[in-house]
């Protein structure tokens, strides 16, 4: 899928033509080759939509103010998100209430009626990666430093893992792994039977690439600490 930005006589464009749909959403316009819609049945996917269903029955449910509230929030400067344009937009109450108690449920936390107070979470301070086999077992994660993750709920990986990745990924990733309430004292993550779940054993010279971020006791997430290593790491 391709972001656009179109002018007269063009601006407005919506529909299929040529085999490629225009459309638009809250980040911007945006091109695309059709295709028939995929139905994937993944146990993430399954439960990412059972997710979502809870939570929008949800917004039914809640009060006034605490939809108010929402608006509020998602109107904030704070709340402002960019495309890979460049440009600044913003989502809704309801899409923030669905994001933050989406992120809330895949760390196994109960879902909030009232928006977030605090602020969110600063980048991750991550000090290496760890992929490598010692006596037949695997290791695939990340080391940081004690009380990294204590004042959180959660950290999350999103990685990709295939033999001859470029050093630069920008799509692909795969959530593998939410890990909640760590505490203070640990060091280090492993998600090692996540990797051979989705992707086997590494081979020499596989790149692992990894985003990670912090995430709040209220859904809220920092922006992604991102690298990769190489297989088989030191």
């Not at 980040?27 to 990412?48: F, G, H, I």
């Not at 929402?70 to 960019?82: G, K, S």
């Not at 909640?180 to 989705?198: P, V, Y």
Request: net charge neutral.
């Amino acid at each position: 899928m391709a972001i656009t930005k179109l002018a007269a006589p063009l601006a407005g464009l919506r529909g299929t033509i040529g085999g490629i749909t225009y459309s638009e959403n809250k980040s911007a316009t945006y091109a695309k080759l059709w295709n028939p819609p995929s139905n994937p049945r993944t146990v993430l996917q399954s439960q990412q939509r059972a997710f979502l269903n809870e939570i929008a029955q949800d917004w039914g449910s809640i009060t006034a103010s605490d939809r108010a509230g929402w608006d509020t929030f998602a109107a904030l400067p704070a709340q402002a998100l960019t495309n890979s344009l460049g440009d600044t937009y913003y989502i809704s109450g309801f899409l923030w209430f669905v994001k933050c108690n989406t992120r809330l449920l895949q760390a196994g936390l109960a879902t909030s009626d009232t928006a977030p107070v605090s602020a969110r979470p600063g980048i991750p301070t991550i000090t290496g990666i760890v992929y490598k086999t010692v006596t037949s077992v695997l290791y695939a994660g990340i080391t940081f430093g004690a009380g990294e993750f204590g004042s959180h709920s959660g950290v999350i990986f999103y990685a990709v893992s295939v033999g001859g990745a470029p050093a630069v990924k920008y799509s692909g990733f795969y959530l593998a792994t939410v890990a909640n309430a760590i505490g203070g004292g640990a060091t280090s993550l492993d998600f090692a039977t996540q990797h051979e779940d989705r992707w086997g054993s590494p081979d020499n010279g596989w790149r692992m690439h990894l985003q990670v971020f912090a995430q709040s006791t209220e859904g809220l997430r920092s922006a992604p600490w991102g690298d990769f290593a190489q297989y088989p790491t030191p």
